[in-house]
């Protein structure tokens, strides 16, 4: 049974080369002279051979595959009762344009690596494991984050994913039958006993406060919109002031309001917000601009404050339209709720790290992730691992120690065996 590994180290050298191997896939060089970052969009070429390996690597392990029809990836190992809901483990492998080797990817190979442990000890636990990977978590290229698990999930049904389209008009459909992962599994019909996702923490808090992992209590709300923004464009040196309908201007000021936002305290101390898209047109530099496309990106772990802070920009959008004569058209791209997470697994994942003799806090979620669509349907927790350099994510020098990363999947692994030796 589980308890024979009870503080067992996994292999921390196999780990950290599947990183590595990973890693080179979709790699750039970046602006840092001997740091690569990292490009696999959700279902290009890259992310494709990125699940591949994946893949071989889940076959080679002895696991079981099924792909459903979003695309997500189901990799078993059975148990000694396989009627028993298995316990999952899982993130995603796809990443933003210019990312780090560890986002996503942690949980991914951290949970294969649980299994390569277990097998390595000839460990059969009473419950089966799953361990998976979901499509387009990121949300960067279809515009909806946590993509795959919020349709395996119900939160988002399976034809509305489909029908999303990139800047490109490629559909999610198309794209997921051009790469191959068009599965055939229905969608909605997994309830696992339990789900943990290891993960960096992708924030300073942890390296700062020098600890070694966070046990992670829940994940803030988050709200996507994409705006329109449409003026008209004119001549910059012949074109007075007062007759100027300036679309960049607009943007400019909903992105300074955005920050008095987050700072007047009307919507609590911790909310929030970022324009991260901001796309003139026609992007000459003695043009105004009579068209942006920006994007807002709101988040508040509290849910009332962040529906208040929805109206509030949209209020405030109306007025601006008003007064610079502008047309404002926005669309919800994204809306998440706030997350908690069980406290029985929270539990069992700081009595591990304990065990381990780790020091470790509880924290808040500032992203969103897998963990929290799969917390609809079963008792859920995430791991959070330290970063360096204060934490950077979605960044090229994004970097987790070979050791921090061990810790965390060493407490991955014993958080596993435990809820797979449950009975209920």
């Known amino acids: 049974m589980g308890q024979a590994l009870k503080r067992s180290t996994i292999n921390s050298d196999r780990l950290w080369d599947a990183l590595e191997e990973l890693g080179r896939i979709g790699a750039f060089q970046s602006e840092h002279d001997e740091i690569m970052g990292v490009r696999r969009l959700a279902l290009s070429d890259e992310d494709a051979a990125g699940r591949r390996l994946v893949i071989e690597w889940f076959r080679d392990a002895g696991l079981s595959i099924d792909i459903d029809q979003i695309g997500n990836a189901y990799a078993t190992r059975p148990g000694i009762d396989n009627t028993l809901a298995p316990v999952m483990s899982g993130s995603h492998v796809d990443s933003v344009p210019s990312a780090g080797r560890f986002d996503g990817v942690l949980g991914v190979l951290g949970a294969l690596e649980v299994i390569r442990s277990l097998n390595d000890h000839n460990i059969t636990t009473h419950r089966p494991i799953t361990i998976a990977f979901f499509t387009d978590e990121e949300g960067c290229r279809f515009a909806t984050d946590m993509l795959g698990s919020a349709v395996a999930t119900n939160r988002v049904p399976l034809e509305q994913a489909w029908s999303l389209r990139d800047a490109d008009g490629r559909s999610v459909r198309e794209e997921l039958e051009r790469i191959g992962f068009l599965g055939d599994e229905p969608v909605g019909l997994r309830k696992p006993h339990a789900f943990v996702e290891c993960h960096v923490e992708q924030g300073p808090i942890l390296q700062r406060e020098g600890l070694d992992l966070g046990v992670v209590i829940g994940v803030q709300g988050i709200s996507w919109q994409r705006l329109t923004i449409t ?77 208040s802070a929805e109206r509030h920009l949209q209020a405030f959008l109306s007025e601006l339209s008003a007064s ?78 070979p050791e921090q990363c061990a810790n965390g999947i060493n407490v991955l692994l014993n958080t596993i065996l435990t809820l797979a030796d449950q009975d209920s």
């Not at 607009?250 to 007047?264: D, G, L």
């Not at 101390?269 to 003139?280: F, K």
């Not at 669509?373 to 120690?401: K, Q």
């Open 231 to 307: 003026g008209a464009s004119a001549h910059a040196g012949t074109t007075p002031l007062e007759y100027r309908r300036d679309a960049g201007l607009v943007a400019a000021k909903i992105n300074a309001h955005m920050r008095e936002m987050c700072t007047s305290g009307s919507f609590g101390e911790l909310m929030l917000a970022t324009m991260g898209v901001i796309s003139p047109e026609p992007c000459s530099i003695n043009v105004i601009p009579g068209r942006v496309i920006a994007t807002v990106d709101l988040r508040n772990p509290d849910d009332t404050a962040l529906e």
């Open 324 to 401: 610079e004569g502008i047309e404002i058209e926005s669309q919800l791209t994204a809306r998440t709720p706030a997350v908690a997470f069980s406290p029985d697994v929270q539990s069992v994942i700081a009595d591990t790290a304990d065990s381990f003799g780790l020091r470790h806090r509880r924290i808040l979620a500032g992203a969103g992730h897998d963990a929290q669509e799969w917390s609809r349907v079963c008792p859920t927790a995430m791991i959070f691992v330290p970063g360096e350099n204060d934490g950077i994510s979605h960044n090229p020098l994004e970097y987790s120690s």
